[in-house]
């Protein structure tokens, strides 16, 4: 005994969808003015283009610290911010490419709460790390200030230089008038 079947295809049309979503933090960048701020902003960033920062097209500093972060500084030195790009793909499915295209779009909007929270999550453990390098740099910008400014008085006879255990810098420098 025989039967028949009818099979019907029905093509299945997919659709992409590209979901970026961003978080920044901004950091203040207060330097004790030694050398009056305008001197004391550009040994700043003069400290961070030797740290491997890369001039921006409005004078500032920027630092690719990879995976979608990235920090900048402006040229007037009084801040760094920090952005954390997250991006994912998602698809969607259906009889026609109208419907797939809907429901990659309506996916899109899904995952869009999920790649922010990533953005941030990631953006909070990288802050650490930028605030450190900053951190490093200003205090070799004191270091220099210091320096420049005891040249300023007279002839320096010496300099000596302790590091503490905790990262802290003492410096005693002796001047002649």
Known sequence: MSRAYRVEVVPLHSARADVEQSDTVCVDVALLPILGEQPMR??????????????????????????????TVGADGRSVTVTA?????????????????????????????????EATERLARAE??????????????????????????????SMQRHEGADGSVEITIKVRA
Do not use: I, S
């Open 42 to 71: 550009q040994l700043l960033l003069d400290e961070l283009g030797r740290d491997g920062w890369t001039p921006t097209d409005d004078g500032g500093r920027q630092k690719d610290w990879g995976d979608g972060m990235v920090a």
């Open 85 to 117: 790009t997250q991006q994912r793909a998602v698809g969607g499915g259906g009889a026609t490419q109208a419907a797939a295209e809907a429901n990659a779009a309506h996916n899109a909007q899904r995952a869009a709460v999920d790649v922010k929270r």
């Open 128 to 157: 650490g790390d930028v605030r450190a390098a900053v951190e490093a740099a200003v205090q070799r910008v004191y270091v220099e200030a210091l320096q420049q400014k005891a040249r300023a008085l007279g002839y320096v006879e």
